[in-house]
């Protein structure tokens, strides 16, 4: 790992490649992971899923599956009395169980309860379900065709998240949601046009298999409810429950202990509603886990068809671009109509575009239903858009380096009217990546070479909450809603506490992720939490220093007495330094008592401005093509880390070689296929990930300039690396073998129909 | 009444005697009989290697292994790995490189690379992919991993 570094300097441990906190448990096996959680009477269900894309329900008997022995409950949404079925973020569109209809192919019908898995799996058999079959529509071209079948009868209804009320209005009643974002005259952009540049790209629908699939055990005590889950968002989770079940938020307990990967798969409310729900009807604790195969059908990213139509001057800078984007989100909402805004936000990139104007359509269909996954709209259209920048290249003459820099806004610029400026120098990330590649040294013949950027508005909203607690003893407790989902929130965030009260790491103890003990985080994802945490940690330190610097006027009060000052790590009185510990003890007059530091963040003062952050991403490659099989070997990967200030340069770099080696993946060979209505690859052994050897050589630098809004120019990481990857392999492939791909996974198949076209093209 | 039949194993050098059922797996008998949750299941279907575990030495996949099938054999988990609260090197390489983050697929991706090491201690860093094929990571992009295995053959396992 290279590392640049143009920042002021933070206090140690911040910016420490300190060993992970949680290494001993993970590497001994004493993670306790929530599918490792055992409670005394605990329950096990397992779920009867539908086998049609669309049906209506016309009957259930379960009456032998309820007689089964060992046998508890069995609960169809009948059963079901009083329970708020539906739920959802932006749209309240899906039911916790089948509810008279089943949408898509997977779709849970019944649950049942029982003694152990196996007696539950044994009862699943003895159901009949009748079903009336529908036609359906597993493409968005099926879904918007005249006379498609409709998946929702009835209007969406606002789901928990406020905001959307308008992109719901549906003007077609396969439409989910419609986004529009524009700006300048798009009109006269293309008028005055040199050059017109007009294509459409694919992008499939993804797995993020986070290897540990979703795991949730819930239990009701005295009309109160605990549910331990595999949530990337516990408050989200939370207030969701206490809706679907009527409960105060204060009833409602949700507990994320360590979480296998999420990736965003895990962001939002999934099976926690099910659970809770199984235990209500069992009365005893009930644990639901699901496997690979079932997760897959539980959440996916939306595939999208990009068109894409760029206006350029005759030296090549973007007057103009105007887009249409349709995201096949599934049977339900989900989350889908928040990455239709991020993409079509995401569309502009980097660049100065003087008229933009985007539409994104989020579109049902009967597949399993899509919501975040890492990027969040941002790899759909980037690749579009960052292949367009390539064409525009080699239309003009120009050196696709310097296409981009024509373009690129600089820091501090405003990519488009009313949003912050952008947090980064990309067009020295750009130089970076370039040098990584020896871009000035011509490739040897049949080997291409790309670069690509992206930023996206990142963050999500900065509402979060810490509180951090000094003890006597001058040691720490800070708690605070983010999870460890692997990220590394738990070293990070203990770094950034210690840093800022100046005492040891091994005196700062971090508490996630429990809705009863910790205070609220709004979300663990969009690549906030080093920095929004961050922040509300440092202001509770903040604050908390301020109460000790008023206790140690108190205590230490009187004629001659020397004021107190506030220093880094404790109040200095007279000649003497005073720690934390020592004002707590001196203001309750023992060995005992504690002070209390509250932070908050909101939408004001340095976090008034949206995004909070840019998340940029800056991908090399350099690939060579089989042009006999059409496969393509990545050889080199270069990922710069522009994170502003890496609080942990190792898990930093960690994130960006993740999140690239990810987007190799969704690059080179994962794709959800739907054929008949239902999902044919749906396993592991079908939908291939990445493997050890397909890794190419990779070479990160981390990139720290101070620029962004957290601790110390802090901003996020472990997206951005993902996103312009599938767009770099594109354009370096363009440039081994002039061969151009628009859909991806870029299969050999896919690959050598490129080859053909482009001979066709040649007249060969 | 479910069919049981009683077996014998070493786990992690204790001798074990269980009465369970032959469907079991020894994913099962470890994480629910026997409270061994280190080893975990995510794949279910022997793909990922997230299950794996050693028997007499060799690496198998727990999620589809019948228990019974390791009836008399020694099997090794992670959670035999550090002795007395002391690290392997290779658990200590694990932590050095960050060579994992979610930490699920370590398990398994531990007792695979103990299993690599003791055949292989100084292996190239091809060797290394090619060995610890069968096992995802979905996190890390597996280049930690490399690095942690190599530097582990350096420190002597
Ligand atoms: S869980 Fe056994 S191989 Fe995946
Ligand atoms: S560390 Fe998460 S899957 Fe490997």
């Given at each position: 790992m290279k590392r640049v570094i143009e920042r002021g300097p933070a206090p140690e441990p911040i910016g420490i490649s300190v060993p992970r906190r949680d290494g001993i448990e993970k590497v001994t096996g004493a993670a306790s992971f929530t599918t490792d959680l055992t409670l005394p009477g605990l329950a096990h269900a397992r779920l009867l899923r539908s086998p049609y894309a669309h049906a209506r329900i016309r009957s259930i008997d379960a009456e032998a599956a309820r007689r089964h022995p060992g046998v508890i409950a069995v609960v169809t949404a009948a059963d079901l009395p009083?329970?708020?079925?539906?739920?959802?973020?932006?749209?309240?569109?899906?039911?916790?169980?089948?509810?008279?209809?089943?949408?898509?192919?997977?779709?849970?019908?019944?649950?049942?309860?029982?003694?152990?898995?196996?007696?539950?799996?044994?009862?699943?058999?003895?159901?009949?379900?009748?079903?009336?079959?529908?036609?359906?529509?597993?493409?968005?071209?099926?879904?918007?065709?005249?006379?498609?079948?409709?998946?929702?009868?009835?209007a969406g209804r606002q789901g928990a998240h406020r905001g959307f009320e308008e992109d719901i209005t549906r003007d077609h009643p396969n439409v989910c949601s419609t986004f529009r974002q524009a700006w300048g005259e798009i009109e006269d952009a293309f008028t005055?046009?040199?050059?017109?540049?007009?294509?459409?790209?694919?992008?499939?629908?993804?797995?993020?298999?986070?290897?540990?699939?979703?795991?949730?055990?819930?239990?009701?005590?005295?009309?109160?409810?605990?549910?331990?889950?595999?949530?990337?968002?516990?408050y989200m989770v939370r207030d969701d429950l206490a809706h679907v079940f009527h409960l105060p938020l204060s009833a409602v307990r949700v507990i994320v202990p360590y979480v296998g990967?999420?990736?965003?798969?895990?962001?939002?409310?999934?099976?926690?509603?099910?659970?809770?729900?199984?235990?209500?009807?069992?009365?005893?604790?009930?644990?639901?886990?699901?496997?690979?195969?079932?997760?897959?059908?539980?959440?996916?990213?939306?595939?999208?068809?990009?068109?894409?139509?760029?206006?350029?001057?005759?030296?090549?800078?973007?007057?103009?671009?105007?887009?249409?984007?349709?995201?096949?989100?599934?049977?339900?909402?989900?989350?889908s109509p928040l990455v239709g805004r991020k993409?079509?936000?995401?569309?502009?990139?980097?660049?100065?575009?003087?008229?933009?104007?985007?539409?994104?359509?989020?579109?049902?269909?009967?597949?399993?239903?899509?919501?975040?996954?890492?990027g969040f709209g941002a790899p759909q259209v980037v690749f579009a858009a960052e292949s367009q920048m390539d064409e525009a290249a080699e239309a003009l003459g120009l050196d696709p380096l310097e296409i981009r820099r024509r373009n690129l806004v600089e820091r501090g610029e405003r990519p488009w009217p009313k949003v912050r400026g952008l947090d980064a120098k990309l067009a020295d990330d750009l130089a970076l990546a370039a040098a990584e590649l020896d871009w000035s040294t011509p490739p040897a013949p049949g080997v291409g070479r790309a670069v690509c950027v992206s930023a996206?508005?990142?963050?999500?909203?900065?509402?979060?909450?810490?509180?951090?607690?000094?003890?006597?003893?001058?040691?720490?407790?800070?708690?605070?809603?983010?999870?460890?989902?692997?990220?590394?929130?738990?070293?990070?965030?203990?770094?950034?506490?210690a840093g800022e009260m100046g005492v040891p790491l091994e005196k700062v103890r971090l508490v996630q992720s429990d809705t009863a003990a910790v205070t609220y985080d709004r979300s663990t994802g969009a690549s906030r939490t080093t920095t929004l945490m961050g922040l509300a940690i440092r202001n509770a330190a903040r604050d908390v220093k301020a109460q000790l610097l008023e206790w140690a006027r108190e205590s230490w009060a009187g004629e001659d007495a020397p004021e107190p000052v506030l220093e880094h790590a404790g109040i200095r009185v007279g000649d003497r330094l005073a720690g934390w510990g020592e004002v707590v003890r001196a203001w309750f007059a023992g060995d005992y008592g504690e002070a209390i530091g509250r932070g908050y963040l909101r939408k004001a003062g340095e976090t008034a401005e949206m995004p909070p952050f840019w998340e940029v991403g800056c991908v090399g490659v350099e690939v060579r093509v089989d042009e006999s099989t059409g496969e393509i070997h990545v050889e080199k990967l270069v990922t710069i880390g522009d994170v502003g200030c890496a609080v942990n340069p190792q898990l930093a770099e960690a994130q960006d070689v993740g999140a690239a080696i990810m987007g190799l993946g969704m690059a080179m060979r994962e794709e959800l296929i739907y054929e008949d209505g239902n999902l044919v690859n749906g396993n592991l052994y079908d939908y291939r990930v990445p493997r050890f050897t397909d890794l190419p050589e990779l070479r990160t630098v981390l990139v720290e300039r101070g620029d962004g809004v957290g601790v110390y120019g802090a901003k996020g990481g472990g997206e951005g690396a993902l996103n312009p990857v599938a767009s770099?392999?594109?354009?370096?492939?363009?440039?081994?073998?002039?061969?151009?791909?628009?859909?991806a996974p870029f299969t050999p198949e896919r690959v050598w129909e490129a080859l053909r076209e482009r001979d066709a093209a040649n007249g060969r | 009444m479910r069919e049981t039949v009683e077996i014998s194993l070493q786990v992690n050098e204790r001798a074990q005697s269980l009465r369970i059922e032959p469907r079991e797996t020894l994913a099962d008998v470890l994480r629910d009989r026997l409270g061994l949750t280190g080893t975990k299941v995510s794949c279910d279907a022997q793909v990922c290697g997230a299950c794996t575990v050693l028997v007499d030495g060799r690496t198998v996949s727990a999620c589809t292994f019948l228990a019974v099938d390791?009836?008399?054999?020694?099997?090794?988990?992670?959670?035999g790995l550090a002795r007395d609260g002391v690290l392997t090197p290779l658990q200590q390489a694990f932590i050095d490189e960050a060579a994992f983050q979610c930490g699920f697929c370590t398990p398994g991706m531990l007792m695979a690379a103990t299993a690599l090491l003791e055949e292989n201690p100084h292996p190239t860093e091809d060797e290394v992919k090619e060995g610890l094929d069968g096992n995802l990571c979905r996190c890390t992009g597996y280049a930690p991993i490399v690095a942690a295995v190599l530097r582990a053959a350096e420190a002597g396992r």
């Open positions: 009083g329970v708020q079925l539906e739920y959802g973020h932006a749209v309240a569109d899906h039911p916790l169980i089948a509810t008279g209809k089943v949408r898509f192919a997977g779709e849970v019908v019944v649950g049942v309860v029982a003694e152990d898995a196996a007696t539950a799996d044994e009862a699943l058999r003895l159901i009949e379900v009748d079903y009336d079959p529908l036609p359906y529509a597993t493409t968005v071209e099926e879904a918007l065709a005249p006379g498609a079948p409709v998946l929702h009868e009835k005055g046009a040199h050059l017109v540049l007009e294509g459409t790209w694919h992008y499939p629908m993804c797995y993020a298999f986070a290897m540990e699939p979703y795991t949730s055990v819930a239990e009701w005590k005295d009309g109160e409810l605990t549910v331990w889950s595999s949530a990337q968002h516990p990967g999420g990736y965003g798969s895990k962001s939002y409310t999934k099976i926690e509603p099910l659970t809770a729900a199984l235990a209500l009807k069992a009365g005893r604790p009930v644990r639901l886990a699901l496997n690979v195969d079932d997760a897959i059908l539980t959440t996916r990213g939306d595939g999208a068809t990009v068109q894409l139509r760029s206006a350029f001057d005759r030296d090549g800078r973007l007057l103009g671009r105007q887009a249409t984007v349709r995201l096949d989100s599934g049977a339900y909402a989900e989350n993409a079509a936000n995401r569309l502009g990139g980097p660049y100065r575009i003087p008229a933009l104007e985007v539409t994104c359509q989020v579109v049902y269909t009967n597949t399993a239903p899509a919501s975040s996954f890492r996206s508005d990142a963050g999500s909203e900065p509402v979060t909450t810490a509180t951090l607690r000094v003890h006597p003893d001058g040691s720490v407790t800070v708690l605070c809603g983010s999870t460890e989902i692997g990220q590394g929130s738990a070293t990070a965030l203990a770094q950034i506490a770099a392999i594109a354009n370096a492939v363009r440039r081994a073998t002039g061969a151009r791909l628009r859909e | 390791a009836d008399g054999g020694a099997v090794r988990t992670v959670e």
